[in-house]
Each structure stands twice: as structure tokens, then as C-alpha cells.
């Protein structure tokens, strides 16, 4: 059969996890492409891939390779120098076509430096140390047409740079927090269009960032990776006719005080115009009052370029009202909680000032601070020249939805503007309850708020770090949600860095002191995350890549485990945090959980060894699988030597005890399995359908009711508005997921606890289910390959629909009652199938395309 070559596009080739392939670190990219067609059951047969240097002519192609793989393919020709450029194109067969599809439009793909001795730049600060923020600039000339400009650029702390008076880039937090000791990220950008013949400057600012500024609770450290913050930039131009003209931070360059007086990511950013030099980073400015620079060593080895997307600002807000504290301040409300800073447009005489506070909540009517602890979550501007001035902060950012506006200027505008990693949108939700429909963008605020370069826990207070079990925990539901593939892909490498000799997963990553978290202390759920984040990334991704990366640091952990829980494979170990936040446990100690921790530890030591299993297996590593599968298997039959009775109740009787223990499969036995799900069902109802569980249980507790038949019940825990619930926040106006259950108390006030935030992801981990079982998408095989359609409407909902851009293309499934018929329909991607099971119907395979089916509904 032959199909008209209009109906086939090869859409959308990518080099690795990469939107944008500038300066990408490389050498052997692998290549992922798209078809776009509307028809039916289309699989590709074969592929043709072209990779042609630009600047030599010369082309290669691999001929017609037969293989149905259009994901992440090996890279196919000579591995990439620095700064290579090559233009790559793909073009398919189909299984019955005779002819292949036109060629796609190329990807433009880059590398940047990748070796040491790459760089002749070296990293520069201010001669005499600098408190605050300083400015650097230097001045050059260019006296031939420029082809093509890349400036490659780092710092120990934050930097932005400026070329002939002009941001170089939207980029925010650059260049990121990793491990600093072990991966410093640098960026590329093209500049060919911002310089010009003659004189030119290029400027850059720099604060203290995670580098040198306060990080952790409890007061916090500073100078944890150094005292001295510094800059490293080197701009290569070339010019027609051949020729480069290099430009780099060396002692030639100058420095002076900035604008900036202190910028602190906990605490704000203060900012004097006054102080800031004007047109300091044009050519001709005079900077002969400002001082020399010195060099600072580093070992250049360690710089990376960036796997995933920087941090922008993907959205701006207008206030939605003007409130009137009882204290007589002016309060603004945006309407959502955020994490981001505020722009503002004030008037004034020099000297006046504009101080902005931020909070997440109001009590009695004020911000209410106490969730800050120690944050003091303030911006402050001084106005230079009278006049309108616009500003808004450069190395801070708060979680916030209301801010205070103080002092003598006046403020005529402002907007919230949202900054997190500018991951691609990729999944969406939607049901016929608008509570749980709020739920759900509740969480996607939650994810936004909380991937900013890292998966922090929260951005309101002095913490915001990378802990590892939350990230665990959610992470099915933020793949689903965004592309995150090539953000996490770092920040395991970071993991991976920091994980101590003897295995132990550091609590987060990177890794900080904090007094009593910081110290090697191997904890369930948390240090799996080594084993599980990268198995979850496959399985959402089809990146077998992560697993070959990660899996050391993967067999590391088991092995910990398994020397802690010895001969008897139980995990009692002390220094759990169990189920983390259960309702039942205490303001000041959120690990008193009523699961036993023991039990927690030893069902995810089992689903760790299992899961490594299966890793290994994916990787070929076949003694390994035959050696992780027998510890699977003795862990699991001694979970049910401690804790199963022969009835198949446990003696440990918890909600998450009991979900954990059917949704890690450590039940055997069909009766048994069942008797374990009703008791989990009678557990729900004698606590009223509210929730019992905390950051391990919620995770699973749906899909262990689901999968015992209890789907009823598990609705009416989701669809529960009184406290604790999911629907509980939602219903008190919140936007986003709370990490208490009862961050605000039934009586309206503010729970006083150190663990009240209004922005934590974990609990929103149920978006999982959402996507699975309520809207019924997930996915079969790794990197939805094969696609699992398994609607289970409930909870009085009328309609449900969601969509997940796939690695091969878009799918969706819908679902609608309409008296007594219940209209399903699903889009397949092409190059993928789809097995279907409906309720009350038998399960069908079906291939790529559009599918609709009607069926009775009782």
C-alpha cells in the first residue's frame, strides 16, 4: 500500500533531552525524531539519518537502515569536536511504504567546549574581596565583518553578562546550582548579532548565589563552596575569510561596586540605582577609577555544559487586588501562589525607596511570616534619577502570593513574574469536578514553584534544597506533567558525585550542612531514590541512557541496604524518616508516623532490589539480575515472615502499611491479596475516607485500593473535602499543594509548626493516579512505546481527559458518560500501539490513529 508523501512529515528531530542543541556537551548526541501523519496503524520500517558540516560541504548518511527506533538513536556518525557544528536530517519508511517521506527540516545542533583545555579564559574577581555584588567589564575592538560569534560563560556564584549595553540572554541563576566540587556548568550563547565593527564591551554582574551565600535551616552557612566569587567568559568570534579573534576574562579586565548592596536567594535583593554606573557595559565608558581584577584557580575539568533548559520567566501576573493591612501597609494579592519575583514601576525623587515583602499567606489579615522561619523574603529599591523607573530583582526569588509594598516612593505598576526551569509542558488533565480539576493545577504550580535548576521542597523559606525522597515520590507525576528528562539527568549526576563511599545517598542533592541532615544516614524511600528516579525516567522517557549512568551509584544503595539489614533482610535500622508527615503524627516530629518505619525501610528495600533487577536486566548485566532478584524475593518473603499473619492482615495496621505492602507486591496469594485490600478499604472508611497517610503512603494508597477492587473507596478519598484531604486546601483557596495536610487548621489559622509550607509538591504525587487511572493513560512500555488505555470513571465524575506529548507524538484519552453510555476516545501516536481495557470489555490492541468506542455504563 502507498501513501501520499503529504500524509507522512518527520517532525521535530532532537539531539538528546535538548530543545535548543547550542553548546551542548555531547560528543556522541543521540538523536530522537517524530511523525507527524494522520494515517492509521502507521509504523516506521526504516530510517535515514544525514549529518552534514557546514563548513566543509562534506555529508554523511547511513544509508537506509531498517529498525522501527526513533528514539534516542546512537549517534551515526564521527564523534562531534568542540565547537562542530553539523545540520542533521532524518527521513523514514513506513512498513508499506515503497518510498520515503521528504527530508525533515535539519536540526542545527552545536557542541561547545568540551575539554579543558578548551578554555583560555581564566576565572577573575575584584582585587580587593568584594561583599556585594560587583561589575566587571572590559573593552575590545573588531575591525572585520564578524560570521559568527559564541560567548561561553560560568561563575563561582550567579552571573549575567552584558554585550554593548544588552542583556546577552533571558537565562536566570546561571550557571545553576550542582555540586560545585565535582560539575560547574557553563553556557553557550550566540552573540553574532549583538556585536559591531569597531569598539565594544562586554559586562557582567556577579552575587553570591548557592555558591557563596546562605543555605540551609537553622540559621544556615555561608562561603560552603568558597569565599570568592568569579567570573569566567570567553567570547570566539569569527571572521570572514577565515580567523578568530578571542576575547576572555583575564587581569586586563576591571571591576568596580555594583547597584547591588546584597542579594541573598533566602532574603531578598537590595538595590541602590544610585550606585550603578551608567552605560558601564557600552564601549567607550570611562573606568578609570575602577580596580584591577585578580585571577582565581580552578580546576577547569569541571565544567559541563547543561543537560536540560535554564531558569526564565515563563509567565507574568497582574494583581488581582489591593488589600489594606490593619498595620495600614498596602498588601497586594495576586491570586497565586508562586515562586518568582516582582517587577515594579515606581516614581520618586533619588533617594526614595520601595520595600517589598513577601508571604504565601495572610493571617489576621497581615503577611503572614512564620512559614518564612528565617527568610526575610525582602526586596528593596532605591530610586536613582527621578523620574519612572522600572526594576525588579536579578539573584533572588521568593515563594509568595501576596506582597507588601512599603516606603516613600511610588509604585504605578507591577507584575509577578514566575521563574523555574523552562521545562516543556507536555501533560494536561481535566475532569468534570472543578475541585479536583483545581487539584490538579495546584500541583502543576507546585512543580513550577519547585523546579528551579533543582527539585526543591519548597521556595518560600531558608531551605529550598534538593531532597531526594520527595523527588521520588512525584517524580511519575512531573514526568507526565513536563519534560524533565534533562534537568534530573544533571542533578543525578550531582547525586551520584555526593554519594558517600559506602553507598549512602546523601538526604539532598546537592548536598549542604545542616545540622543533623547533612551526615550520612541511610533512610527508605529517600536514598532509593538512586535506583528509582532513573528507572522512572526510563520508564516515562525510554532513556536507557540514565540507567547505564546511574546504575553504580544504583547497586551502591542496595548493597548498603542489604549489609544494614543483614542475614534476616530486615531494614531496623534507627534514623528512619517513615512515612513523613502522616496527620498522625506530631507538629515537632513528623517522622512519628503510625507506620512502622522498620516496615517501610524493609518494603522499599525489597522494591529497590527488585527494581535493580530489572535494570540489570535491562542493561544485559544478566548475573546481576539473577543475583537482585533472589534478594528481591528473600526480602519480600521476610516482610511476610514479620509482619503478615496467615489471614493476610498485617500486624502492623496502617493505611501505608498496607499499601505499600500491595503495591510493592510483597502480598502473596490472590485471597490473600484481597483480605489485605479490604482491610486497607476498611481502614479508609473508620477514619471517614480522610487521609492517614504521609509522603510514602499518599503516593500509593489509590492505586492499592484500585488495585484490589476498592476503586469506590479510593474516589471517596480523593473527592474528601474535610481535613486532612486533598480537596481540604482546595476548598480553603489554596493554589497550591500544601506540605501539611493541614497547613491551615480547620478553625482558619495557620498551623505554627517548622514543616508549614504552602508550596511542596509531595502530597500531589496522587496526579499519577489521575493521569493513570482516573483519565486512564500511562504508559505500557518504556518511553510509551506501547501505550496502557485503562479508564476507571467513579467519584460521580461525568467526563475525564487527558494528554501526554510522547516521544513519539501526542496521545490522548477522553471519556464521557452520557446517561447510560459511556463514549471513550483515544489517540495513539504513530510508530506506537495502544492496549485498551474498558470497563465491563474485553482488552483489545490497537495501533496508532484515532479510536472511539461506545459502550453502556451503568
Known amino acids: 500500500m502507498r501513501h501520499s508523501r503529504q500524509a507522512i512529515v518527520v517532525d521535530r528531530v532532537r539531539a538528546e533531552h535538548h530543545d535548543h542543541a547550542l553548546g551542548i556537551g555531547e560528543a556522541r548526541p543521540r538523536l530522537s525524531w517524530r511523525i507527524a501523519t ?13 549529518v552534514a558540516d557546514p563548513a566543509t560541504a562534506v555529508t554523511m548518511t547511513t544509508g537506509r ?19 562542530a557544528r553539523r545540520l542533521v536530517r532524518v527521513r523514514v519508511w513506513g512498513a508499506d511504504d515503497g518510498v520515503p517521506t521528504p527530508w525533515s527540516a535539519p536540526l542545527q545542533l552545536e557542541a561547545g567546549l568540551l575539554a579543558a583545555g578548551d578554555w583560555s579564559a581564566a576565572f577573575i574577581t575584584p582585587e580587593r574581596p568584594a561583599d556585594s555584588a560587583p561589575l566587571l567589564r572590559h573593552e575590545f ?56 565593527r569597531g569598539r565594544n564591551a562586554l559586562g557582567g554582574w556577579l552575587a553570591d548565589g548557592w555558591y557563596r551565600g546562605r543555605l540551609g535551616f537553622g540559621g544556615g552557612t555561608r562561603n560552603i563552596y568558597g569565599d570568592t566569587i568569579a567570573l569566567l567568559a570567553q567570547l570566539e568570534i569569527v571572521h570572514d575569510g577565515g580567523g578568530t579573534t578571542r576575547v576572555v576574562t583575564g587581569t586586563g579586565w576591571r571591576a568596580a561596586p555594583g547597584p547591588v548592596r546584597s542579594a541573598e536567594i533566602y532574603d531578598g535583593e537590595h538595590h541602590d540605582a544610585r550606585l550603578e554606573p551608567a552605560g558601564w557595559s557600552e564601549p567607550g565608558f570611562d573606568d578609570a577609577a575602577w580596580r584591577p581584577v585578580r585571577t582565581v584557580p580552578r580546576d577547569l575539568a569541571t565544567l559541563v555544559a547543561p543537560t536540560g533548559p535554564p531558569v526564565r520567566c515563563t509567565q507574568e501576573l497582574s494583581p488581582v487586588a489591593d488589600l489594606l493591612a490593619p498595620s495600614g501597609r498596602t498588601i497586594v494579592d495576586f491570586g497565586q501562589n508562586l515562586a518568582g519575583r516582582l517587577r515594579v514601576t515606581v516614581t520618586g525623587p533619588a533617594g526614595s525607596r520601595v520595600r517589598l515583602r513577601h508571604a504565601e499567606v495572610l493571617q489576621d489579615g497581615e503577611l503572614c511570616v512564620h512559614p518564612l522561619r528565617t527568610a526575610k523574603a525582602t526586596d528593596e529599591y532605591v530610586l536613582g534619577d527621578g523620574g519612572e523607573q522600572v526594576w525588579e530583582p536579578r539573584f ?18 507591577m507584575a509577578a513574574r514566575v521563574y523555574h526551569t523552562d521545562m ?38 531558608d531551605e529550598r534544597l534538593g531532597w531526594t525522597g520527595d523527588l521520588q515520590i512525584f517524580l511519575p507525576a512531573a514526568a507526565y506533567l513536563y519534560d524533565c528528562a534533562g534537568m534530573l539527568r544533571s542533578w543525578l549526576r550531582d547525586l551520584s558525585a555526593e554519594q558517600f563511599p559506602d553507598g549512602t545517598v546523601p538526604l539532598f542533592t546537592p548536598l549542604v550542612p545542616v545540622r543533623g541532615w547533612s551526615t550520612p544516614r541511610p533512610a527508605a524511600a529517600w536514598g532509593d531514590a538512586a535506583v528509582l528516579v532513573p528507572w522512572e525516567l526510563y520508564r516515562r522517557f525510554g532513556d536507557a541512557g540514565v540507567l547505564r549512568d546511574q546504575y553504580a551509584g544504583a547497586r551502591a544503595w542496595v548493597d548498603r541496604v542489604a549489609a544494614l539489614a543483614g542475614e534476616d533482610h530486615l531494614w531496623t535500622s534507627d534514623g528512619q524518616l517513615g512515612d513523613w508527615l502522616d496527620p498522625s503524627a506530631p507538629p515537632d516530629d513528623p517522622a512519628a508516623a503510625k507506620a512502622d518505619p522498620h516496615l517501610v525501610a524493609t518494603a522499599y528495600h525489597a522494591r529497590s532490589a527488585a527494581v535493580l533487577a530489572r535494570i540489570a536486566a535491562v542493561l544485559g548485566r544478566h548475573e546481576d539480575h539473577a543475583r537482585y532478584d533472589a534478594l528481591a524475593r528473600a526480602v519480600a518473603a521476610a516482610f511476610r515472615r514479620r509482619w ?11 493505611q501505608t502499611s498496607y499499601a505499600l505492602a500491595l503495591r510493592f507486591g510483597l502480598i502473596s496469594g490472590d485471597e490473600r491479596r484481597d483480605r489485605a485490600g479490604r482491610r486497607l478499604a476498611e481502614l479508609v472508611g473508620e477514619n471517614g475516607h480522610r487521609i492517614a497517610t504521609g509522603f510514602v503512603g499518599t ?54 509548626s517548622k514543616t508549614t509550607s504552602f508550596n511542596h509538591y509531595a502530597l500531589g ?30 467519584g460521580g465524575l461525568t467526563h475525564a481527559a487527558t494528554s501526554h506529548e510522547t516521544p513519539y507524538g501526542r496521545a490522548a484519552v477522553s471519556w464521557r458518560r452520557d446517561g447510560v453510555t459511556m463514549t471513550v476516545e483515544v489517540e495513539v501516536p504513530p510508530g506506537t500501539t495502544a492496549t485498551v481495557e474498558l470497563p465491563e470489555s474485553p482488552r483489545v490492541s490497537v495501533g496508532s490513529g484515532h479510536h472511539r468506542w461506545r459502550l453502556p455504563h451503568r
Open 38 to 50: 494522520d494515517l492509521p496503524h502507521w509504523r516506521q520500517d526504516s530510517y535515514q539519518i544525514e
Open 65 to 83: 537502515v531498517r529498525s522501527a527506533e526513533s528514539v534516542l538513536v546512537p549517534w551515526p556518525a564521527e564523534p562531534l569536536a568542540s565547537r
Open 141 to 196: 575592538a573588531i575591525d572585520r565583518r564578524v560570521v559568527s560569534a559564541r560567548l561561553y560563560a560560568s561563575a563561582l556564584g550567579l552571573y549575567e553578562l552584558e554585550l554593548n549595553g544588552r542583556r546577552v540572554a533571558d537565562h536566570t541563576f546561571t550557571p545553576g546550582w550542582t555540586s560545585y566540587p565535582h560539575r560547574l556548568r557553563y553556557q553557550t550563547f550566540d552573540v553574532t548579532r549583538t556585536l559591531r
Open 396 to 413: 533572588t526569588y521568593h515563594g509568595f502570593r501576596y506582597a507588601e509594598i512599603d516606603g516613600d516612593a511610588d509604585v504605578t505598576g
Open 424 to 461: 516543556r509542558r507536555i501533560g494536561a488533565f481535566h475532569c468534570s469536578d472543578p475541585l479536583v480539576e483545581r487539584l490538579h493545577e495546584n500541583v502543576v504550580w507546585s512543580m513550577r514553584g519547585n523546579f528551579v535548576d533543582v527539585p526543591t521542597d519548597c521556595p518560600q523559606r
Open 644 to 654: 503478615m499473619r496467615p489471614s493476610g492482615l498485617l500486624s502492623d495496621d496502617a
Open 699 to 752: 503516593p500509593v494508597i489509590c492505586d492499592a485500593l484500585t488495585d484490589t477492587g476498592h476503586l469506590d473507596t479510593a474516589y471517596a478519598l480523593l473527592t474528601q473535602r474535610r481535613c486532612p484531604s486533598w480537596l481540604y486546601p482546595v476548598t480553603a483557596g489554596a493554589t497550591t499543594i500544601w506540605e501539611r495536610w493541614d497547613g491551615v487548621l480547620p478553625g482558619g489559622r495557620v498551623n505554627t
Open 765 to 794: 504525587a496522587v496526579a499519577d493516579w489521575l493521569h493513570r487511572t482516573v483519565a486512564g493513560l500511562a504508559p505500557a512500555e518504556p518511553g510509551y512505546r506501547r501505550l496502557l488505555v485503562r479508564p476507571r470513571p467513579g
